[in-house]
């Protein structure tokens, strides 16, 4: 049960960073900054680990094919994606939770790839997770032909794309360990590539707020910092976890947390339906942790 600490800190950072993240948006920080600031300003910490790491493990052409497709699509579309729909949704906890339940391909997947094992328990967990998240994403209909609809709205699309990226990062992460890569440099390469293509507009971002305006920066500073320790927290838990499917329902819980904290602290709101779905989110993660 070695993977259990490090996801539950996994968790806990993830409640501070998106509150950061969703903070931001009060200062009219460009998404792209933020998304820089996710992935860029992480990059030095990531690169002296990488260069100081015992690690005899030597770079494969297979793996730097990954490593490319994970900074080009997963990560620098995964994050700017993910960072429109926190901004556009109601509540952020809504946006991030869906974006988080990709456990409901990463688990059967890692099954085939990985020969994870996977439970009969384990499955009611993920089927109580996924179903309870439909209770987030559906919208009530005020016309009289039906009672919900699925949200149409920007956040939702944006949200699916973050979704489908976060899933495929990571199983691809799952393969580089076990291939024997160093958290770190897994964490810097695709890094460095996905900070190349954000830095133009990232630089526009940092003359339209000032330099000189500390408030912002820290903010940004904040989101870094959260951003190492939520990503190495998360690698370490991919990398002993039994099913990596295990990690991914307990990052979408802690979005419940983050729910009711937009609550109290930017008065987000939180209709009972969601609610609904935000517990039970809870509660299947909960008997995740019970396999």
């Known amino acids: 049960m070695s993977w259990v600490y490090p996801t539950i800190f996994m968790m806990a950072t993830s409640v501070v960073w998106y509150s950061y993240i969703r903070y931001a948006k009060s200062f009219d920080i460009p998404q792209v900054l933020v998304a820089f600031a996710m992935i860029g300003l992480p990059l030095p910490i990531y690169a002296l680990a990488t260069l100081y790491s015992d690690s005899s493990y030597s770079l494969q052409p297979a793996h730097l094919l990954v490593m490319l497709i994970q900074g080009i699509v997963f990560i620098y579309l995964g994050n700017l994606y ?4 926190i901004d556009a949704a109601p509540n952020p ?14 688990t059967p997947l890692s099954v085939f790839l990985f020969d994870a094992p996977m439970p009969v328990q384990s499955v009611i967990a993920i089927v109580l997770i996924v179903g309870s998240s439909y209770f987030v ?37 799952k393969y580089l360990l076990n291939g024997g890569m ?10 460095l590539v996905a900070t190349i ?3 133009p507009a990232a630089l526009r971002g940092i003359r339209k ?10 903010v940004l500073f904040i989101i870094a910092l959260g951003s190492v320790l939520f ?10 976890a039994p099913n990596i499917g295990y990690v991914n329902a307990a990052n979408a819980s802690s979005t419940a ?4 904290t937009s609550v109290y602290i930017f008065r987000d709101p939180l209709p009972r339906r969601k609610l609904m779905g935000v517990i039970g989110v809870v509660i299947g993660t909960y008997i995740l942790f019970l396999v």
């Open 82 to 85: 993910a960072v429109k729909g």
């Open 93 to 106: 906890g809504f946006s991030v939770l869906i974006s988080k339940v990709y456990v409901v391909f990463t």
């Open 137 to 173: 994403i559906v919208d009530k209909n005020n016309s009289k032909k039906s009672g919900t609809r699925l949200s149409t709205a920007p956040w939702v699309s944006n949200t699916l794309i973050a979704f489908f990226c976060y899933g495929g990062n990571s199983l691809s992460s």
């Open 182 to 191: 160093p958290i770190s440099m897994r964490l810097f390469f695709p890094g």
């Open 197 to 199: 293509l954000y830095l």
């Open 209 to 218: 707020i000032g330099i000189k305006n500390r408030k912002p920066l820290f």
């Open 231 to 240: 990503n190495a927290s998360t690698q370490v838990a991919f990398a002993q």
């Open 257 to 260: 947390v983050l729910a009711f």
